[in-house]
């Protein structure tokens, strides 16, 4: 069986770091008045009667696929999706990013490429890219690296930390267009051992490395419209590395029980048949489902219907009392998973 932490990504270990730099951290936030809890998608600090919202994200692994395909021009789309997707987890409207390039060497063509993606993401979410910084690290940069910083704004009284979600709740999940930016390296472990690039997946007609570097779905036009409508939502979540345990960030005293997924994209089978247990792929990525809306029990029919402009929204499940607890019913394997 092959996990993630032997593709050299331990999520269990990468959580404890976190607490850490977090524990040795929270003694700033005395400086402001910050609303929301470590551990959110994103943080929300005071300004008047507004809340800023601030995330920061990367591309990840997926650099090394655009480097092995010569194409440059979505990795943008998935550093601004990473960042503004998690902005919208506290019912903030993303308005603007900084990004940061580093590289090993300075290629004015590839730079221009990766640009290309990063102005395509920044308009498919509304978003102005008001400056950055580009960094030539020969010494400590291999290729580059791709993050981005973004802000959001939210009016106080519609912040959605996720504090309000209670037994009953309906979870609505927003497809994904397939593996957005988490789990490459496992992917690349797998597959790449074992198949090229320009091996054509089963079922479809599309190669793996064209797969891999699909972006990373933006959910800001959907979502920023549903949050100006009178339906309640309660929870917000991206479902990114982690895959569903990204629902315990929302509420530690509610349990999650998904039962009515969809069929994972044809690439997700293409990995699992490689020898990845059951349980870690739902660990580790979004398996079809790339963002999921909380509403309560009375209003889940609406915002299906509402959700139906956008793209094709699945009632996947609903809030149980089991507290901090996910429960995933993967009807196509037959197997029920638990976190």
């Not at 890219?129 to 291999?142: F, H, M, V, W, Y």
């Amino acid at each position: 069986m092959v996990t993630y932490s032997e593709s050299g990504v331990d999520i269990d270990i990468e959580e404890i770091a976190v607490q850490k730099i977090a524990s040795k951290l929270k003694s700033t936030l005395k400086n402001r008045e910050v609303i929301t809890e470590s551990g959110h998608f994103a943080s929300l600090v005071r300004l008047g009667d507004k809340g800023i919202a601030m995330s920061t994200d990367g591309v990840g692994s997926k650099v090394l696929i655009a480097e092995l395909m010569k194409k440059y021009d979505t990795v943008g789309i998935d550093c601004i999706a990473m960042v503004v997707n998690d902005l919208l987890c506290v019912g903030a409207e993303p308005i603007a990013l900084v990004d940061y390039l580093a590289v090993e060497n300075v290629d004015p063509d590839i730079i221009s490429e990766i640009a290309d993606g990063l102005a395509k993401g920044a308009n498919i979410s509304k978003t102005a890219i008001i400056g950055g910084e580009t960094a030539s690290l020969p010494d400590i940069i291999n290729n580059f690296d791709l993050a981005a910083t973004g802000i959001g704004i939210v009016e106080l009284g519609k912040a959605i930390t996720g504090e309000d979600i209670e037994d009953g709740d309906i979870l609505i999940g927003l497809g994904s267009s397939g593996i957005h930016s988490n789990g490459l390296s496992l992917a690349r472990k797998v597959l790449l051992e074992k198949f090229e690039l320009d091996y054509v997946i089963p079922e479809t007609e599309t190669t793996i490395g064209e797969e891999l570097l699909k972006p990373t779905k933006i959910y800001v036009e959907p979502i920023v419209n549903l949050l100006k409508t009178d339906f309640e939502v309660k929870g917000l979540a991206h479902i990114t590395g982690g895959g569903f345990n990204n629902l315990k960030r929302l509420n530690n005293n509610v349990g999650f029980e998904i039962n009515n997924l969809p069929q994972p994209q044809a690439i997700f089978k293409l990995i699992y048949g490689q020898n990845v247990p059951l349980n870690e792929m739902y660990k580790v990525f979004n398996m079809g489902i790339g963002f999921v809306v909380i509403v309560s029990e009375k209003d889940h029919r609406n915002v299906l219907d509402y959700l139906k402009k956008y793209s094709h929204p699945y009632k996947i499940g609903k809030v149980n009392s089991n507290n901090n607890e996910v429960t995933i019913e993967t009807f196509i394997y037959n197997e029920t998973i638990k976190y």
